[in-house]
Structures are given as structure tokens and as C-alpha cells.
T-cell receptor, first 112, second 116 residues
Framework: KQEVTQIPAALSVPEGENLVLNCSFT??????LQWFRQDPGKGLTSLLL?????REQTSGRLNASLDKSSGRSTLYIAASQPGDSATYLC???????????FGTGTRLLVSP | GAGVSQSPRYKVAKRGQDVALRCDPI?????LFWYQQALGQGPEFLTY????????KSGLPSDRFFAERPEGSVSTLKIQRTQQEDSAVYLC??????????????FGNGTRLTVT
């Protein structure tokens, strides 16, 4: 059974710092991996989707990497801003399945 | 364009009552998912539709949970005889395709269900 773990559970940084969020998964037979952002009381917003054949994806200040063989992904946020404060969730889709398996998220607080 | 819309936004039910939660996916989206999110946890999969066909309901926690998407667009998640452990946010998500490339999921804002 696929299990997804995110470290750290919470992170507080001053504005302007670069930061890395970590995601690990137990079964490397994944189809893709997706990073989401969730604001309080809201649904999830897709940030980046990495197919299993890809190593990384970039969008603006965000960069996500995938090392399928070691079961790891990182989300790098450059020059953090207070508006980046949210919970970041990692989710994997296993090969042969449609559903996503989520981690428990990292709560990020960026202070001005 | 409009995103995924869920209603009601909040629902309070007394234990034992039946509830129905509605999801309007993005127009033209083939795939529709329901997830349950407990406080402080990541979403957990409940069920998946491809058009009107329910292809995976392995995540439904009991036979009190039932979902349908009769015309391949709007979906309803019904919970019968609600229990306190059913209290959670129920998220609906849709994607354009079900096929090879794994389209990004678009989530609604969820329905927060509180069972008293």
C-alpha cells in the first residue's frame, strides 16, 4: 500500500528565504506526482505535476524535482513571500490507478 | 471559466440523519473524484467516476456512503445514518482526461460536514 510522508510538518521562515519541502513515498511504481497548495477553508490548487518519466518541473518561483527510484520529491520555493503561507500537499498517482494518495502536508508560514 | 463548485458549503447534521453533497465539475471534464479530509490530514480517496461510470469505489468507508453521477456531469455523495466520525471536509475534484498523461486535478472548496 502506497504511503506518502511529508517533512517537515510545519515550517516558519522570514520573507525572502529560499526553502525546500520534502515528500517521500514507499512504492516507486508511480505514474505521476503532484504538488498542491491549500489555503485555510479552501480546496486544493495544483502547483506542479511531474510525470514519472520527468525529473523536474518549474513554474515561476517554484521548482519540483522527482527521484522515483529513491521515492522522493522536493518542492523548492525561491524568495518566499507572505502570500506563500499555506499548507503544501504532495500526492502520488500509482501506475494502474486513477486515485491520488496524499501526504499530510507541510504548513508554511512566511513572516513579513 | 467556472471552477469546480460544491454545495452546500457547510452542513450540520444530527447523528442518524441522511445528507447529500453536490458537486458540479468543470464542464467537459471526464474524471470526477470524491475525497474526504479530516482536520489536519491530507485528503483520502473515496470514489472515482469516468463520465457516468463509477470505476473505483474502494475508498468508501462503509455501505452508508453512496455516490452517483447519472449523466456524467453533476455528482452527488450521499451519506446515510450519519455518524460523528463522518465529520470532515468532503472535496470534489475533476480532470479533463482519464488517460495516459494524467491531467491535473481541479478541486472545489469542499463541503464541511459536522455531525452532532
Amino acid at each position: 500500500k502506497q504511503e506518502v510522508t511529508q517533512i517537515p510538518a510545519a515550517l516558519s521562515v522570514p520573507e525572502g528565504e529560499n526553502l525546500v519541502l520534502n515528500c517521500s513515498f514507499t512504492d516507486s511504481a508511480i505514474y505521476n506526482l503532484q504538488w498542491f497548495r491549500q489555503d485555510p477553508g479552501k480546496g486544493l490548487t495544483s502547483l506542479l505535476l511531474i510525470q514519472s518519466s520527468q525529473r523536474e518541473q518549474t513554474s515561476g518561483r517554484l521548482n519540483a524535482s522527482l527521484d522515483k527510484s529513491s521515492g522522493r520529491s522536493t518542492l523548492y520555493i525561491a524568495a518566499s513571500q507572505p502570500g506563500d503561507s499555506a499548507t503544501y500537499l504532495c500526492a502520488v498517482r500509482d501506475t494502474g490507478f486513477q486515485k491520488l494518495v496524499f501526504g499530510t502536508g507541510t504548513r508554511l508560514l512566511v513572516s513579513p | 471559466g467556472a471552477g469546480v463548485s460544491q454545495s452546500p458549503r457547510y452542513k450540520v447534521a444530527k447523528r442518524g440523519q441522511d445528507v447529500a453533497l453536490r458537486c458540479d465539475p468543470i464542464s467537459g471534464h471526464v474524471s470526477l473524484f470524491w475525497y474526504q479530509q479530516a482536520l489536519g490530514q491530507g485528503p483520502e480517496f473515496l470514489t472515482y467516476f469516468q463520465n457516468e461510470a463509477q470505476l473505483d469505489k474502494s475508498g468508501l468507508p462503509s455501505d452508508r456512503f453512496f455516490a452517483e453521477r447519472p449523466e456524467g456531469s453533476v455528482s452527488t455523495l450521499k451519506i446515510q445514518r450519519t455518524q460523528q466520525e463522518d465529520s470532515a471536509v468532503y472535496l470534489c475534484a475533476s480532470s479533463l482526461a482519464s488517460g495516459e498523461l494524467g491531467s491535473p486535478l481541479h478541486f472545489g472548496n469542499g463541503t464541511r460536514l459536522t455531525v452532532t
